[in-house]
């Protein structure tokens, strides 16, 4: 009797030290997924500030380093869609001359929320926008309230944007005082 009790005894340790190892090994790698989240999620939202640096700089062809080459942009405002452009190469001559009419862009972001699964994420997130632009002698400033639907993919060692729809919120524009 004492040596079943014995093998019992032995049994149920030896089973709590493999549960006991087993926990170990999934916290272990729990932690680690949620390191590498952090990590991505660090990633993404200095994609999308890059990509909006990139632009007060009007530095194009930068910025397109930060697209995937069959990139989407598209734009709505007041719920139509008046931009729909496939392609980085598109994309760089559209950006290029919508920024040869502004003197100057100023973008902040905001909130910056995003769902990743392995290598694909997608994000949302909210900008402010202001353009300076010259009409009939004056400077005029446009402010724009944007909110951005990305999907992202990781692709050689970084994220990249694949699609990025803008939604114009709130477009106010008014002469620049001085």
Do not use: C
Not at 7 to 19: E, G, H, Y
Not at 56 to 82: C, F, H, P, R
Not at 138 to 151: P, R, T
Request: aromatic share 10%.
């Amino acid at each position: 009797m004492k040596r079943i009790y014995v093998t019992f005894l032995l049994s149920a340790f030896s089973f709590l030290l493999l549960a006991e190892a087993a926990n170990a090994q999934e916290k272990a790698g729990s932690e680690k997924n949620s390191i590498q989240n952090s990590k991505d999620k660090e990633e993404l939202r200095n994609l999308i500030d890059a990509y909006a640096s990139l632009g007060d700089e009007k530095k194009i062809a930068e910025q397109m380093g930060l697209l995937t080459n069959d990139a989407v942009y598209k734009v709505y405002m007041n719920g139509s869609l008046v931009v729909n452009i496939e392609g980085t190469d598109k994309l760089e001559r559209e950006f290029t001359g919508h920024a040869s009419q502004v003197k100057t862009y100023f973008t902040l972001n905001g909130q910056h929320t995003v769902a990743i699964k392995g290598d694909n994420a997608t994000g949302l997130s909210f900008t402010q926008i202001k353009m300076v632009r010259e009409a009939d002698g004056k400077d005029i400033l446009s402010d724009y309230s944007v909110k951005y639907a990305d999907v992202y993919i990781h692709k050689n060692g970084k994220w990249l944007i694949k699609e990025r729809t803008a939604y114009f919120v709130l477009v106010e524009s008014r002469p620049l005082n001085k």
